[in-house]
């Protein structure tokens, strides 16, 4: 039994069952027995791999769709060149090697990172050692200016309530005890207004889920744009509507139990992208259609690019593994379709390179 499960079990059995989202953020930002406290995260040697560490094409490509957009609004002094979520720092050294061949983008914006763990800004700070960094723990603290922000695998890592259909209303999936252990269950039913209007669309013993903190986010993140120019582009698995039990742990690159030493392994679910959009437009931005991985970069030229790369590699297994990062980035039957991207922006400006056809 884990730290973690102790204390969860401890705290149900003195207040009763506890939501997903609950259950979600202990697991996962638990100040001492968390996941991000303690895990090595990403990488081979950690439970995933993200697209910055499969090839650095991805996160030079984002680089350049964002530095597209700055020049579009007319290169404008003090932009925040930011990243939420931004891992180990391999995608925002990827982007800023990148945009070096970008006139002036460097002396006019200064690059900030939104990280609460301070394992990985450890890590972050490594990687990005030759550049000047700001970090900080939220959205709010980020100073006032033009913001070119890449959100890539964030939203997914949101903790999210779980509702099951039940007649004409709704059931919570809440987290309690069965003899002693953790386990899964439903709350009564819930008030008769509750998630009406998903009715329209859901069968009995459906699931919808829905991420609390999502709205906010996305919302702050509009609201700087629509005050002070700039774009946000979200990378993240799954779909325009949230439909399904998509609530998923992985330890060592293979699914797991969630029940299962908690703390110990990284908990996710598909992003709503109907709720990112929705949340964007109340701020009143500007949001893209919803195109997939494989579309997006190949909009900015990736193919071009690896057959840049290719021309200088020798060695007949790097070129397989340069060949093998290309597809799995694009490949429909790979990231390229299970992945989308969606972007916001001012009404009065262009929408980033890479979302029109």
Known sequence: MTELERILIRRIAET????????????????????????????????????PEISQMFGELLGLALAGAWLEQGRPEGALLAEIGPGRGTLMADALRATRSVPGFAERTRVHLIEASPRLQREQRHALAEHQVRWHCDIDSLPKGPLLLIANEFLDALPIRQFQRSGHGWRERMLGLVDGALAFGLSDPLPGDALAHRLADTDEGDVVEICPALSGIVGAIAERIVAHGGAAIFIDYGDWRSRGDTFQALKDHRPVDPLEAPGTADLTAHVDFEAVARAATAAGAAVTPMVPQGVFLE???ITARA?????????????????????????????????????IHSPDTAPPPGFAP
């Open 16 to 51: 009763g069952p506890i939501s997903l989202a609950d259950f979600m953020a202990e697991c996962l930002l638990h100040p001492t027995a968390g996941y991000y406290t303690n895990a090595r995260v990403f990488g081979a040697a950690g439970d995933f791999i993200t697209a």
């Open 299 to 301: 909009r900015l030229g």
């Open 307 to 343: 057959q840049a790369l290719a021309r200088h590699i020798g060695d007949p297994a790097q070129m397989a593994s340069h060949v093998a990062a290309h597809r799995r980035l694009t490949h429909p039957q790979e990231m390229g379709s299970l992945f989308k991207t969606i972007a």
